[in-house]
Nanobody, 122 residues
């Protein structure tokens, strides 16, 4: 599966952005999917993941209540709605996919898209 992320940009703290990730090559419904991010000078970290059906989700603690992950399998697209953005959310955001079942086994996310930069200004 090939993944193409989009929707990044510059936003002020407290603002919102929606990221999208288009999947091609194989039906997105065959994969668990997720968003990861890497801030300057830091290691890549998981943001949120979602099961194949969309029924199960996982969020890292720092984004709970602010970010929402969703998917539209008919459109082969993954989304990340980001609200109440903080300067510490500044990072390159990557979408990824796993053929595994457990969406909390982050090491199994082996399909990656290119990143999209999100910059949150104070």
């Amino acid at each position: 599966v090939q993944l193409q992320a989009s929707g990044g940009g510059l936003v002020q703290a407290g603002g919102s952005l929606r990221l999208s990730c288009a999947a091609s090559g194989r039906a997105a419904s065959a994969y668990g999917m997720g968003w990861f991010r890497q801030a300057p000078g830091k290691e890549r970290e998981v943001v949120a993941t979602i099961s194949r059906s969309g029924m199960s989700t996982y969020y890292t603690d720092v984004v709970k209540g602010r970010f929402t992950i969703s998917r539209d399998n008919a459109k082969n697209t993954l989304y990340l709605q980001m609200n109440s953005l903080k300067t510490e959310d500044t990072a390159v955001y990557y979408c990824a996919a796993t053929s595994g079942i457990d969406i909390t086994r982050f090491s199994t996310f082996t399909f990656w898209g290119q990143g999209t930069l999100v910059t949150v200004s104070s």
